[in-house]
Structure formats: structure tokens, C-alpha cells
T-cell receptor, first 109, second 115 residues
Framework: TQLLEQSPQFLSIQEGENLTVYCNSS?????LQWYRQEPGEGPVLLVTVVTGGEVKKLKRLTFQFGDARKDSSLHITAAQPGDTGLYLCAGESFNKFYFGSGTKLNVKP | DAGITQSPRHKVTETGTPVTLRCHQTENHRYMYWYRQDPGHGLRLIHYSYGVKDTDKGEVSDGYSVSRSKTEDFLLTLESATSSQTSVYFC??????????????FGSGTRLTVV
């Protein structure tokens, strides 16, 4: 059982659609990070959120940290094929760092 | 980004042989980490280093050892490779501890197959 549960595991959508992926836990996290990983490469850090309720935007990507700091979401507006990849959330809870198992996103042209 | 490089990128080895993977960074970051990534398990921490000659175990350290004799290099050794160690191995660096909210910069990975 992962401390960080991500949903959905897989998502296949058409270009131009909107989507949201979730990262949930029963534990409180001091901060949460989101990474994107493309095939054959290492994960790349997209954003870090540290304050409950915090919202950060990165172009068409919107990241939110839950008020209780137990969950986070990533919303993508008007998805493009270049958004295809594995999205990982990660964070520190009680002095240990955890990764979720990821959401694999495929955006079809 | 050439700040962190892993070598080799691919390796096939036989069961029972020792294998060493190398991670080299040019960022002068204090923290370095070795992870393995497997389907169904995600990224799992093997060992990490918080300075030259300062290392500690992660959650899946059995069968692995590490060394860091210079700030820029972090070596991962599989003492006697087993098929269960077939995986993709990632090195990561961090300016400060991830507990302080600093993110990782990952290398491109080493795909290791033990036959």
C-alpha cells in the first residue's frame, strides 16, 4: 500500500480536453511536489506546494494543495500531445519522503 | 540538462556478478540519492548521501552498497546481482534535503537487466 495514492492510474484523452489527476493520502504532508516523466527519462520537477490551500499555475497546468495538506490535484486545460507522460506526486511526511505510483497520461492528436 | 549524468545507460549482466553504476553531478549539490523504479512499486529509495563519505540506507537497501568519495560522484554497487535487481535505476540530486521542500533533479536512468 502506497502512502500517496494517485488516480486515475491511466488516462487517455483527445487533444484539447481538460483533465484532473489526484494525489491522496491519510497522512499530512509538509509539502508536495509534482513531477512529469517521459519514457526513457527521469522525472522532472514541475512544482512544489507547501501551504494548505495553495494554488500554483504553470501555463495550462494548475496545482492545488488541499487545505488539510493531505491531498493535491493537478488540472490540465486544453491538453496537448506534449503533455503525454507519467505524472508523479511526492512529498514528505513525518521525516520520510514518498512517491506515488503515478498517473500515466496519453494525449492523442 | 547536463547537470547530472548516469553511466552506463543500459547494462546486461549475469546473476552473481558485481555491478557498479555511476552518478556524476556538476551542480555541487550536497544530497545525492539512488532510486529504483519498477512497475507496481513506483520509485523506491535504495541509499542516499548527505555529504562526502556520509551515506545512509533507504527502504530497499539489501544487496546494494554505495560510496561517495567526492562531492560529484555517487556510486551504487550490486554486490552479487540477482534477477530481482533487474530494474531502472535513477540517481537524483538535491541542493538541500527534500524535507526542506527542495525538489530532486533526476538523471536519465540506467536500465539494468540481470540474466
Amino acid at each position: 500500500t502506497q502512502l500517496l495514492e494517485q488516480s486515475p492510474q491511466f488516462l487517455s484523452i483527445q487533444e484539447g480536453e481538460n483533465l484532473t489527476v489526484y494525489c491522496n493520502s491519510s497522512s499530512v504532508f509538509s509539502s508536495l511536489q509534482w513531477y512529469r516523466q517521459e519514457p526513457g527519462e527521469g522525472p522532472v520537477l514541475l512544482v512544489t506546494v507547501v501551504t494548505g490551500g495553495e494554488v500554483k499555475k504553470l501555463k495550462r497546468l494548475t496545482f492545488q494543495f488541499g487545505d488539510a495538506r493531505k491531498d493535491s490535484s493537478l488540472h490540465i486545460t486544453a491538453a496537448q500531445p506534449g503533455d503525454t507522460g507519467l505524472y508523479l506526486c511526492a512529498g514528505e511526511s513525518f521525516n520520510k519522503f514518498y512517491f506515488g505510483s503515478g498517473t500515466k497520461l496519453n494525449v492523442k492528436p | 540538462d547536463a547537470g547530472i549524468t548516469q553511466s552506463p545507460r543500459h547494462k546486461v549482466t549475469e546473476t552473481g556478478t558485481p555491478v557498479t553504476l555511476r552518478c556524476h553531478q556538476t551542480e555541487n549539490h550536497r544530497y545525492m540519492y539512488w532510486y529504483r523504479q519498477d512497475p507496481g512499486h513506483g520509485l523506491r529509495l535504495i541509499h542516499y548521501s548527505y555529504g562526502v563519505k556520509d551515506t545512509d540506507k533507504g527502504e530497499v537497501s539489501d544487496g546494494y552498497s554505495v560510496s561517495r568519495s567526492k562531492t560529484e560522484d555517487f556510486l551504487l554497487t550490486l554486490e552479487s546481482a540477482t534477477s530481482s535487481q533487474t530494474s531502472v535505476y535513477f540517481c537524483a540530486i538535491s541542493e538541500a534535503g527534500v524535507r526542506d521542500g527542495y525538489g530532486y533533479t533526476f538523471g536519465s536512468g540506467t536500465r539494468l537487466t540481470v540474466v
